[in-house]
């Protein structure tokens, strides 16, 4: 089992750029979550797809979107980079969306930094 | 806002136990406790977690108290490898996970 993976591992974009990061889940897994690392602090979860559709979102604007496609890999794009998005991205699955009692199992990250 | 309280950082001799608390006097009934770490620009590696009984895993033990209101998680005989952030977090499972500054353990050789 190879676990979350995420691609790439690192990427350097340029400020107002457009960028897309991609996840596959672990075996058996059909819920992914994407979650925001800036640097010194803890995560920040963006948003969950399940089912191809978002289903619960944070506190990020509209710039960031994703989507889930039916083998329940994902993608994280953000429009319009700020420097401030540089961060390390998180990819986390886990199995069944609603279902108590579950643990999620993160990636290793795309550390994103925006110049 | 997270909901859980820990130390921002603790030492503990290669060995020995490590004993990590958390305070969560506002958790609910149905929520569970969690708990997971991240060794430097890695991703966060669960531990284990638990609902009201004690768990005990190959990797750690997790002591619930009775009221709920805290616990403490127990690596057994804390290596250098398990220099990490600490989080612990309430959650009822299969949803966001709301991190919050964790403890930074540090094993001194």
């Known amino acids: 089992d190879a676990g979350v993976t995420q691609s790439p591992t690192h990427l350097i974009k340029t400020r107002g750029q457009q960028v897309t990061l991609r996840c596959s889940p672990k075996?058996?897994?059909?819920?992914v979550s994407w979650y925001q690392q800036a640097l010194g602090q803890g995560p920040q979860f963006i948003f969950q797809?399940?089912?191809?559709?978002?289903?619960q979102r944070g506190n990020f604007p509209d710039r960031f979107s994703g989507h889930q496609f039916p083998n329940y890999s994902s993608e994280l794009n953000v429009n319009a980079l700020l420097l401030g998005d540089s961060a390390l991205y998180l990819c986390?699955?886990?199995?069944?969306?609603?279902?108590?009692?579950?643990?999620?199992?993160f990636g290793q990250g795309t550390r994103l930094t925006v110049v | 806002d997270a909901k859980t309280t820990q130390p921002p950082s603790m030492d503990c001799a290669e060995g020995r136990a490590a004993n990590l608390p958390c305070n969560h006097s506002?958790?609910?009934?149905?929520?569970?406790v969690y708990w997971y770490r991240q060794i430097h620009s890695q991703g966060p590696q669960y531990i284990i977690h638990?609902?009201?009984n004690n768990e005990t895993n190959e990797m750690a033990s997790l002591i619930i108290t009775e009221d709920r209101k805290s616990s403490t998680l127990i690596l057994p005989h804390a290596t250098l490898r398990d220099t990490a952030v600490y989080y612990c977090?309430?959650?009822?499972?299969?949803?966001?996970?709301?991190f919050g500054t964790g403890t930074r353990l540090t094993i001194i050789p």
């Open positions: 638990g609902l009201k």
């Open positions: 075996s058996g897994h059909d819920t």
């Open positions: 977090i309430v959650n009822f499972g299969n949803e966001k996970l709301t």
């Open positions: 797809y399940y089912e191809e559709e978002e289903r």
């Open positions: 986390a699955s886990s199995r069944g969306r609603g279902r108590v009692n579950t643990e999620a199992f």
């Open positions: 506002t958790i609910s009934g149905n929520e569970y």
